[in-house]
């Protein structure tokens, strides 16, 4: 069994920044991608951004530039930097991530940008 357990979500202004972490505890064999998605009230979850164990990231064209993606390998932990946040990115925010060649996911972070 595998846990993905999220951190960092909260309230912030718009133009604030917040940071989320999610690490994956219990029986790992090994790590591959690992990413955040988040679902708006209304909307479908979307990928927003990814980073393979090589360290290749990809990022969903709404937050190019804003946010980064970064990884612990030894502490099988993932990072999302948020900065410049927009009302829009309000949403819960789910950790994902492929551990033993299955996906797994966390239960969620809500991130609130007030304006």
């Known amino acids: 069994q595998v846990q993905l357990v999220e951190s960092g979500g909260g309230l912030v202004q718009a133009g604030g920044s917040l940071r989320l972490s999610c690490t994956a505890s219990?029986?790992?064999?090994?790590?591959?991608?690992m990413g955040w998605s988040r679902q708006a009230p209304g909307k479908q979850r979307e990928l927003v951004a990814s980073?393979?164990?090589?360290?290749?990231?990809y990022y969903a064209d709404s937050v190019k530039g804003r946010f980064t993606i970064s990884r612990d390998n030894a502490k099988n932990t993932v990072f999302l930097q948020m900065n410049s946040l927009k009302p829009e990115d309000t949403a819960v925010y789910y950790c994902?991530?492929?551990?033993?060649?299955?996906?797994?996911w966390g239960q969620g972070t809500q991130v609130t940008v007030s304006s």
């Open positions: 980073i393979t164990d090589g360290g290749s990231t």
């Open positions: 219990g029986i790992i064999f090994k790590i591959n991608h």
């Open positions: 994902n991530s492929d551990v033993n060649d299955y996906k797994w």
